[in-house]
């Protein structure tokens, strides 16, 4: 079994500051990695993917790739209150020739006004 | 696009009642999932689709679980009979293509309650 983990949290942050996002994984075959965006009784939203050791910056969202460590996080500048919600990772490999996806059970992240 | 389609939005059934959740994915995707959601467990997934053809049914929990796909617009999730434990948000996923980069596009769940 396929093992994504991350702290449930909540992980609080004052409205500016920047949250660190955390998830490690245990398969070192794992291809790409996705971080999810979960707003409290909505559907998962895909917000970052990375597939290369390193970071990947897309606007105020950072996610850092480090496969020796199995290790990916999430960084999120100037946190607005808007970016409470639940974080979920997801990692991709593969078995029997198919692509398969695991998801951790979230990060539930709170920016305080 | 009116992106993943999913209902019922909420269903409420008695235990030993058949259930059946259904899913139209984006148009021009080839892959589809169905997911569990559960405070517990988080998201779990129970089985995919390539091409309409069932790929993984491997996290499906037990017989009472069945899924089909019959063309490349619909699926359904049945659970039969039901039982309190299946009480969860059940999510349909619909992805492009299966290669590294694709992401999945979700609907917006059914929240289903046996009682």
């Known amino acids: 079994q396929k093992e994504v983990e991350q702290n449930s949290g909540p992980l609080s942050v004052p409205e500016g500051a920047i949250a660190s996002l955390n998830c490690t994984y245990s398969?070192?075959?794992?291809?790409?990695f996705f971080w999810y965006r979960q707003y409290s009784g909505k559907s998962p939203e895909l917000i970052m993917f990375i597939y290369s050791n390193g970071d990947k910056e897309d606007g105020r969202f950072t996610a850092q790739l480090n496969k020796a460590s199995q290790y990916v996080s999430l960084l999120i500048r100037d946190s607005q209150p808007s970016d409470s919600a639940t974080y979920l990772c997801a990692v991709k490999w593969e078995s029997g020739g198919y692509q398969k996806v695991t998801f951790g059970t979230g990060t539930k992240l709170q920016v305080i006004p | 696009d009116a992106g993943v389609i999913q209902s019922p939005r909420h269903e409420v059934t008695e235990m030993g009642q058949e259930v059946t959740l259904r899913c139209k994915p984006i148009s021009g995707h080839n892959s589809l999932f169905w997911y569990r959601q559960t405070m517990m467990r988080g998201l779990e997934l129970l089985i995919y689709f390539n091409n309409n053809v069932p790929i993984d049914d491997s996290g499906m929990p037990e017989d009472r679980f069945s899924a089909k796909m019959p063309n490349a617009s619909f699926s359904t999730l049945k659970i039969q009979p039901s039982e309190p434990r299946d009480s969860a948000v059940y999510f349909c996923?619909?992805?492009?293509?299966?290669?590294?980069?694709?992401?999945?596009?979700f609907g917006p769940g059914t929240r289903l309650t046996v009682t």
């Open positions: 996923a619909s992805s492009p293509i299966n290669t590294n980069r694709d992401e999945q596009y």
């Open positions: 398969d070192r075959g794992s291809q790409s």
